[in-house]
């Protein structure tokens, strides 16, 4: 009996044994970082001066200047993806380790081929990885280091995708019609509108008589242009003689100013922007913007100015005498 119970409670202790370095193994396993050249360095991330991504044939090769971060040489990348892109590889941890046969990656999506992610410092490389398919574990995605066979479950990646839309910056402005005080614009004329203080309505510069009403609702509508200020396309050209056929300028408060000028006609039409806060920042760029935004800019000014009753009817009042005195004479 005192045998059998020793070899029972051996059997135990062996059991507990397995179970701890089970339990051991997957712990570490799960703490492993996926990218140790970020995980370990706090300021790694601030340090990245390039970041390329490739899928099927795309590239999107973001690389930092002295103006910014800028997407294939041109125009600005979305540091919200860049960043949200980085902490997530920062993060990630290795789960488990899965196939090392080549001939499984392409039902993983682990090609060279599909979405690859190289990390840079300066000229030297950080990290060289494939994100795949996410798997049926729960926040889990197959990742593999490229050059090395063996694949991985990793955990935090699957909000990660690549598309130009991703990665180029479209919301220029968000600034809401509020924040605007006044609108210099020109076009067949030149308008100077002013928001009163008091009561928020808009008016012309100039006009203390109210000999002109201006409708309050479309004036209100151009005020928030800037608002998800968004473009479809951007090209960058040194010079343009071309001049532009209507341009605003959005007084805001503190002072600061942005104007947008209107060119070209229809299909052809496109936008120039600058901002007082950040003269160089649009330099030289034109954008091509979204049809809805583009049929706000392009109204009329005779669409937003009408006599007012009171000033129509001043000028019937005072016609009549004229007409008065002519009959009688």
């Given at each position: 009996m005192?045998?059998?119970?020793?070899?029972?409670g051996?059997?135990?202790?062996?059991?507990?044994?397995v179970?701890?370095?089970?339990?051991?193994?997957?712990?570490?396993?799960?703490?492993?970082p996926?990218?140790?050249?970020?995980?370990?360095?706090?300021?790694?991330?601030?340090n990245?001066?390039?970041?390329?991504?490739?899928?099927?044939?795309?590239?999107?090769?973001?690389?930092?200047?002295?103006?910014?971060?800028?997407?294939?040489?041109?125009?600005?990348?979305?540091?919200?993806?860049?960043?949200?892109?980085?902490?997530?590889?920062?993060?990630?941890?290795l789960i488990?380790?899965?196939?090392a046969?080549?001939?499984?990656?392409?039902?993983?999506?682990?090609?060279e081929d599909?979405?690859?992610?190289?990390?840079?410092?300066d000229?030297?490389?950080?990290?060289?990885?494939?994100?795949?398919?996410?798997?049926s574990?729960?926040?889990?995605?197959?990742?593999?280091?490229?050059?090395?066979?063996?694949s991985?479950?990793?955990?935090?990646l699957n909000?990660?995708?690549?598309?130009?839309?991703?990665?180029?910056?479209?919301?220029?402005?968000?600034?809401?019609?509020t924040?605007?005080?006044?609108?210099?614009?020109?076009?067949?004329?030149?308008?100077n509108?002013?928001?009163?203080?008091?009561?928020?309505?808009?008016?012309?510069?100039?006009?203390?008589?109210?000999?002109?009403?201006?409708?309050?609702e479309?004036?209100?509508?151009?005020?928030?242009?800037?608002?998800?200020?968004?473009?479809?396309?951007?090209?960058?050209?040194?010079?343009?003689?071309?001049?532009?056929?209507?341009?605003?300028?959005?007084?805001?408060?503190?002072?600061?100013?942005?104007?947008?000028?209107?060119?070209?006609?229809?299909?052809?039409?496109?936008?120039?922007?600058?901002?007082?806060q950040?003269?160089?920042?649009?330099?030289?760029?034109?954008?091509?913007v979204?049809?809805?935004?583009?049929?706000?800019?392009?109204?009329?000014q005779?669409?937003?100015?009408?006599?007012?009753?009171?000033?129509?009817?001043?000028t019937?009042?005072?016609?009549?005498?004229?007409?008065?005195q002519?009959?009688?004479?």
């Amino acid at each position: 009996m005192t045998t059998s119970k020793t070899l029972v409670g051996l059997l135990i202790l062996a059991a507990g044994l397995v179970f701890y370095l089970y339990q051991s193994d997957a712990k570490d396993s799960e703490n492993k970082p996926f990218i140790a050249a970020l995980s370990d360095n706090d300021a790694a991330i601030n340090n990245l001066s390039r970041v390329v991504v490739t899928q099927d044939g795309q590239q999107y090769d973001m690389r930092e200047s002295p103006t910014g971060w800028h997407l294939n040489e041109g125009f600005y990348v979305r540091m919200d993806s860049l960043f949200q892109w980085a902490q997530a590889l920062k993060s990630a941890r290795l789960i488990e380790a899965k196939t090392a046969n080549p001939n499984n990656f392409s039902a993983l999506s682990l090609t060279e081929d599909d979405l690859r992610v190289r990390l840079y410092q300066d000229q030297e490389v950080l990290a060289d990885v494939i994100l795949g398919q996410s798997s049926s574990t729960p926040g889990a995605r197959f990742v593999r280091y490229a050059g090395d066979k063996q694949s991985w479950l990793a955990s935090g990646l699957n909000e990660l995708n690549s598309s130009k839309e991703v990665w180029q910056l479209s919301l220029i402005f968000d600034v809401p019609d509020t924040q605007v005080q006044a609108i210099e614009w020109t076009a067949e004329s030149t308008l100077n509108l002013i928001k009163e203080s008091e009561t928020g309505q808009w008016q012309l510069a100039g006009d203390q008589t109210g000999q002109q009403a201006l409708d309050q609702e479309k004036i209100t509508t151009l005020a928030g242009s800037l608002s998800g200020f968004r473009i479809q396309d951007a090209r960058h050209k040194d010079s343009d003689n071309e001049q532009p056929h209507t341009t605003f300028v959005f007084g805001l408060e503190k002072g600061r100013r942005i104007t947008l000028a209107i060119f070209g006609k229809q299909a052809e039409t496109y936008v120039k922007v600058t901002d007082s806060q950040q003269p160089e920042r649009y330099l030289g760029w034109q954008f091509t913007v979204p049809e809805y935004k583009l049929s706000t800019l392009n109204i009329s000014q005779s669409s937003v100015i009408n006599p007012s009753p009171e000033a129509a009817a001043g000028t019937e009042t005072k016609s009549k005498p004229l007409e008065n005195q002519d009959s009688e004479s």
